[in-house]
């Protein structure tokens, strides 16, 4: 398996274990063309400060049970957005504020968006 298709396995697990804790406007990005120290991103929104934590805590134990692998770095623990980073995806989880404040989508609008392959949630608002 290439190296990207790995680091493709690995965002579509933390993706799943996301939205099964109801993670919202769950979107990966292929930034390895244009970073080198990582080779894509996870970017999830959740609702307040516990359902954050509970969305970080879903993803850690995900990725741990299916790719025996835990983060090399976390970063703001308690707040409204977390980074997790596994080396291959860097995985940041954002309040709706802190999402919009921040504009990753909008700061990396030339990269590819992977597939997750969530299953459609049929809510349309």
Same mark, same amino acid.
């Given at each position: ?5 790995? &680091? ?5 697990? !933390?993706?799943?274990? !996301?939205?099964?804790?109801? *993670?919202?406007?769950?979107? +990966?990005?292929?930034? &390895?063309?244009?970073?080198? $120290?990582?080779? !894509? =991103?996870?970017?999830?929104?959740? %609702?307040?400060?516990?359902? @954050? ?5 879903? $993803?850690?134990?995900? #990725? ?11 970063? *703001?623990? +308690?707040?409204? /957005? #977390?980074?997790?980073? =596994? +080396? ?5 989880? =954002? ?12 700061? /990396?609008? %030339?990269?590819?968006? @992977? ?6 949630? +049929?809510?349309?608002?």
């Amino acid at each position: 398996m290439s190296e990207i298709a790995e &680091s493709t396995q690995l965002l579509r697990t !933390a993706a799943k274990a !996301a939205d099964e804790k109801l *993670g919202t406007d769950i979107i +990966g990005l292929d930034v &390895s063309s244009t970073l080198y $120290i990582t080779d !894509a =991103f996870l970017i999830v929104s959740a %609702d307040n400060e516990r359902q @954050i934590g509970a969305v970080i805590d879903a $993803i850690e134990q995900e #990725v741990q049970l299916v790719h025996d692998r835990t983060p090399l770095r976390r970063e *703001g623990r +308690g707040g409204d /957005w #977390v980074l997790l980073d =596994f +080396g291959e995806i860097v995985v940041h989880v =954002f309040s709706a504020e802190q999402r919009e404040y921040y504009a990753l989508e909008r700061l /990396w609008k %030339d990269v590819p968006v @992977i597939d997750l392959q969530l299953p459609e949630t +049929g809510s349309d608002t």
